[in-house]
Each structure stands twice: as C-alpha cells, then as structure tokens.
C-alpha cells in the first residue's frame, strides 16, 4: 500500500501533515525527529464534534477541551467538553432509534452489509487515523498504524456473525408442543473506553453491538477522542441510521455518570481501571442492568529452564515495553526458574538496554512517551515503593530526560519478592518485575497470587508442564510459547478483578442480547378442570 493512501475526506488538513510525514520519516539521515518538525506535521489540531442523534455539534455550552501530545507538548485536538444534558440527550436518541426499530429490525445480512462498509471505510483512514491516536497517545506511528489496520479485521469478523447470529428450536416436547429460543437485541448499550487502545477497544465493542441490532452511546476518554470521533464520520459516509450509535466527549466524571445510571439505558460495557469498574457496576447493578467489565490485570510469564530461550527473552521485552506498558495485558511480572534466574534476567536487561524509546512519530522507535504527567507521576510512585521495600532496580527507574514531553525509561525490579505490591499491583507502565521459583507447583501459585486473572504465557518445550500451569492458572487467556497473540475469534476478559463476561469470540454478538422462549401449542389443549 502507498504511504500514505489515498484520503476519503481531502477537505481536512490531514494529507498536509501525511505528507511531511512520509518526507521528513523516509531520510535515511534522520536520528529522531525534533519539535520542530512535530509541529510542522501537526501544523493546525483536530477539530472534532461530537455525534448525536446524526447530526455532529458541539457541546449545549459550547466549552471545548484540548489535547496536547503527550510526546511533543503541543496542541493536537480540540473536542467538545459535553456536559450531563448532552449526555442525556445522546441517550435519548439511542433509546428512540432502538424504540423506532430502524436498526434492530434490518435483516443480518443488512446489518452485515453495514458492517463490511465500515471496514473499508476504516481501510481507506488507517494513515489519518494512525497519525491523530499516536499523537493523542504518544504511542509509535509504526504501532498505531498496526492497531487501526487491525481494526478492520474486528468489522467483518462482527459482520460475519450478523447473519448466523440464532437462537434454538425444540421438536422434541411431545407432539402437542413446540418450544423456540429467539435472541433479540438487549436496546441501549452504554460504551465508555479508555486511553490506552481508543479505536481498537471500541472495535471490539461496537460492530457486535451493532451486529445484534443495539443502538449505542459511546464515550471515549477525554484524552484520547479522535479516532473515535473520526469513526463517527465512517459510520455517518457508510449511512448509518440516524440515533443508531452517538458519540459524546468530555470527562468521565461528568458525562459517564449519566450512561451509567440513565434508566433508558440498558446495558453498559466498560473497559478501564478495576476501581472504576467496581463503581460502574454497583450504580448498574442497583438498576439491574447488564454490565460487561474489561478491567486490570498483573499478567506473568512463567519461564521454564527447558524454554525457547531467544523467543523466550524477545517475547519478555515485548510483552513488557509494548504500548509503554500501557496496557491490561501487559506481561509486567515474570516468574524464573531458579536454575536460570540470574542468567535469564541478564539477557532481559541486556535485551531491554536495546529497545529504542523517544519520538513515537519516528519509524524505529519501539516506546514511546507516558500518556499523561499524573500516569507518569503514578508509575514513578510504584517503582519507589518497590525500592523502599527492599527491591533492586536493575534498570532504569526514572524519567527519561528529553526538552519536552512524558518519558519513562525501560524498568527492570529484580529481588521482588510475593508480598511486594510491585508483585501484585498492576503499574501500567514500562516496569517488569522478576519473580523466581523451584517447582511447576510454586510458580501456579505466585501466578495466582494477585487480585487479577486476566492473563498469562508458560514458556518450556513439555507440553505436560505447559498445560498442567495453563489450566490450573486462573487468567482467562493462558498462552504458551508466545505472548500477547490475538485474534478475533478467541474471547477475551479476565477473572476475578480483572472483569465480567467476554469480548470476541463466536458468542461476542450473544452478550449484546437477550434471551426470549416462545413455546406452542398444537392441537386442542387439555383442560386443567372441568366443573361436574
């Protein structure tokens, strides 16, 4: 594909920026890029709207919010900072559109056939796309690009299971009856998603909520809003029915309490902190709403004296500095052998010494900066609780000094031992903790030993070893022999603190449904009494 492609909206300033882009990234010369180039690809920021009931507006106050990259500390997006009567307007919209049966009454195939429109519409963005969520993420352009593109794939996978979405039949209840088990849409879907992976969270919420035949609310963080309001665009080009998905910006605090309690909402999906999840499913859960919960976790790898040793050290490095750490499944506590401990750890350093971290906007750059000062703030906090605890901080464990933006050095904490917080708390940040044990038994339970259970990897060439740890760990993704693979028909989701039901999979479309009986009478009924 040409870099960059052709762009479905050529009125907006983003080929400007994609060209310089292209330019200033393919000289073979260039070390990193400077500020000043930054602010020449960015030139003017993203001015965003918000969606409701199919038309884009802006807030009923008009206040705004801005966005700084968090790599650059320069101005990348303006949005509007809606308010509750926004919120509570967008959710009217949903609920008429849902009531009205514009959506929920279409066949599967049409909604498949939308479906397969957004994708492409989607394809035809990935550069724009790429470009607006590295800069409101600090993230690698190269990453971005990989998470948009991948997005696609999430569309028509939904799409496919829009037409053999069904329920059940029973023949076998006596020949007087009849029994059938229909799916119907659940209605309202409430969707609030986090920083961290904006447009790919979202697609593997929407297109099944949509494949079912609900009608949605969306609010994505007020930190990162563009993608998702660019894909707010592709749905309008792709002719989705008006009220049918809405998209409001501004703060949580402000505009998530209404997605949550309002009573013309009947279903809420959130992915985010445990302690937020824990709130939004108490008010949900007083209201007897349906919840699905993506929430934290304190995901290990377990390293076996008889791994892959080059996979096992690349896939280490990876799972840890991937997204800066950023991330739920973020392989952030490894457990070792004893046997390999002290060697194992040496490769890990020497392997994380490599790893490239600066300008995401740079094409070699593998992490990038830390979302915002507080996350930054959060992360140093833990890494010294470590330290004051008693553990060692064999690599980094500061800022990365640069003259602007958010930057943490790669960071390794050995002597950590089950009692530390750094061996339970999920950091979400680029700080591996290294954990060691003698036996198949001790490293299952130093796995389990965290509120979380979201997932996992076992590294050793015994299959027996591999699958005795794999279903005895408690996480809902257990891999082996490689680390943070996904794809979109395996579920997705966590134990315990790490959330409720499952995103994916052959039954995603199902959780945004209920579940109806109908049962039939054939023939005359018999009478329960006849009077004398």
């Keep these: ?67 700084r990259s968090p790599a650059h500390d320069v101005l990348v997006g303006v949005y509007p900072e809606a308010a509750q009567g926004d919120a509570e307007r967008a959710v009217e919209a949903a609920r008429a559109a849902f009531d009205a049966g514009t959506w929920s009454n279409l066949s599967g195939r049409e909604r498949a056939d939308f479906l397969l429109k957004v994708a492409d519409g989607i394809a035809a963005r990935v550069e724009e796309m790429s470009l607006i969520e590295s800069l409101e993420t600090g993230k690698p352009l190269t990453q971005a690009r990989g998470e948009v ?63 079912a035949g609900c009608t949605a609310v969306i ?72 919840v699905s919960l993506e929430l934290g976790g304190k995901n290990p790898q377990i390293i076996f004296p008889d791994c892959d040793w080059e996979a096992a050290v690349d896939a280490v490095v990876f799972g840890v500095y991937f997204n800066a750490g950023e991330c739920c499944n973020s392989g952030s506590r490894i457990l070792v052998h004893k046997d390999i401990a002290a060697r194992f750890t040496e490769a890990v350093i020497e392997r994380a010494r490599q790893v490239p971290v600066g300008d995401p906007l740079h094409p070699e750059v593998k992490v990038g900066s830390i979302i915002s000062e507080t996350q930054l703030g959060d992360i140093q906090a833990a890494i010294d609780s470590a330290f004051s605890a008693g553990a060692t901080i064999a690599l980094g464990g500061g800022r990365h000094e640069t003259d602007r933006g958010l930057y943490l050095q790669p960071t390794i904490v050995t002597d950590v031992t089950p009692e530390m917080a750094i061996a339970r708390d999920e950091v979400f940040g680029p700080v591996l903790a290294v954990l060691t044990f003698d036996t198949v038994d001790e490293a299952i339970d130093l796995a389990n030993n965290t509120c979380y259970g979201l997932s996992a990897a076992v590294w050793s060439k015994d299959i027996d070893t591999c699958l005795k740890a794999a279903r005895r760990i408690d996480a809902g993704t257990v891999w082996v022999n490689t680390f943070l693979d996904g794809f979109p028909e395996l579920p997705f989701g966590g134990f315990r603190d790490s959330g409720l039901g499952r995103e994916l999979g052959l039954h995603a479309v199902e959780d945004y449904t209920e579940q109806k009986t109908i049962q039939l009478h054939i023939g005359e009924r018999q009478n329960w009494w006849l009077p004398k």
Aim: aromatic letters at 6%.
């Design 1 to 67: 594909m040409p870099w960059p492609p052709p762009l479905s909206t050529p009125k907006k300033a983003w080929p400007a920026f994609l060209n310089v882009v292209q330019r200033i990234t393919t000289e073979s010369d260039m070390k990193f890029l400077t500020v000043d180039n930054a602010a020449e690809i960015i030139g003017k920021p993203y001015h965003g709207k918000m969606l409701i009931d199919g038309v884009f507006c802006e807030a009923a106050s008009g206040s705004k919010r801005e966005r």
């Design 149 to 211: 593109s991948g997005c696609i794939d999430l569309w028509r996978y939904a799409a496919s299971l829009a037409r053999t979405l069904h329920g059940e039949s029973y023949n076998t209840l006596g020949d007087a009856h009849l029994g059938v088990v229909l799916r119907q849409p659940v209605g309202v879907v409430s969707m609030i998603t986090p920083w961290n992976f904006p447009i790919w969270i979202l697609s593997q919420k929407l297109p099944f909520a949509l494949a």
């Design 219 to 290: 609010k994505p963080s007020e930190l990162t809003t563009g993608t998702t309001v660019i894909l707010g665009e592709i749905l309008v080009e792709a002719g989705l029915p008006k009220g049918v998905v809405n998209i409001v910006t501004g703060p949580g605090s402000v505009v998530g309490r209404p997605l949550v309690a309002d009573p013309k909402v009947d279903m809420v999906s959130f992915t985010g902190s445990t302690k937020v999840g824990r709130m939004i499913a108490s008010e949900a859960g007083a209201a007897l709403k349906k």
